[in-house]
């Protein structure tokens, strides 16, 4: 069964204070690893997909790597406004192209 | 990015009684539409894969005649929640995979429906 893993579940932060959130995963055969964004009351945004073990990318303040058994978000120098919930999400490469969730790290940015 | 978009964002109902939830791709077409649920601050769990002009796809464990998803057309898909108790209310939100253009294979969200029963 493919299950993610996210951790931690909550990280504080102080505003600049660089850190990493870890996403780790088993899935038989991997098709795609997906980052999203989601603030209290909406839907999930998303971020990133990530195909391949070594591949990276990066939008703002924010980069994306991969490996065969997990993903890192690293957030640099956050900002107040990056305070959210992130969620990781895997999809297989057979069958359905359903998502399977991590349940997410509540991200806050004090000033 | 693509657009997804959900409606009633909140609906209250009473126990017993139906509610409809639309979930409408704006600027694409998706053959196939996903349905989740989350419970606070818990994580999204897929209830069922909607194909146009077929059944829906159900998640082991959610009721088929409870949770009734139509996807008549390549831009809407509805979940009907049918004689909705309490123990339904939770945060409903779909999504549509756009597989054109620039966002090929990107699974884009809506907005969220909120469905309170009393």
Sequence with gaps: EDQVTQSPEALRLQEGESSSLNCSYTVSGLRGLFWYRQDPGKGPEFLFTLYSAGEEKEKERLKATLTKKESFLH?????????????????????????VFGQGTRLTINP | GAVVSQHPSRVICKSGTSVKIECRSLD??????FWYRQFPKQSLMLMA?????????????????????????????????????????????????DQSGANTGELFFGEGSRLTVL
């Design chain 1, 75 to 99: 957030i640099t120098a956050p900002k107040p406004e990056d305070s959210a919930t992130y969620l990781c999400a895997v999809q297989a490469r057979q069958g359905a192209q359903k998502l």
């Design chain 2, 28 to 33: 694409f077409q998706a053959t196939t539409m």
């Design chain 2, 49 to 97: 894969t909607s194909n146009e002009g077929s059944k829906a796809t159900y998640e082991q464990g959610v009721e088929k005649d409870k949770f009734l998803i139509n996807h008549a057309s390549l831009t809407l898909s509805t979940l009907t929640v049918t004689s909705a108790h309490p123990e339904d209310s939770s945060f409903y939100i779909c999504s549509a995979r």
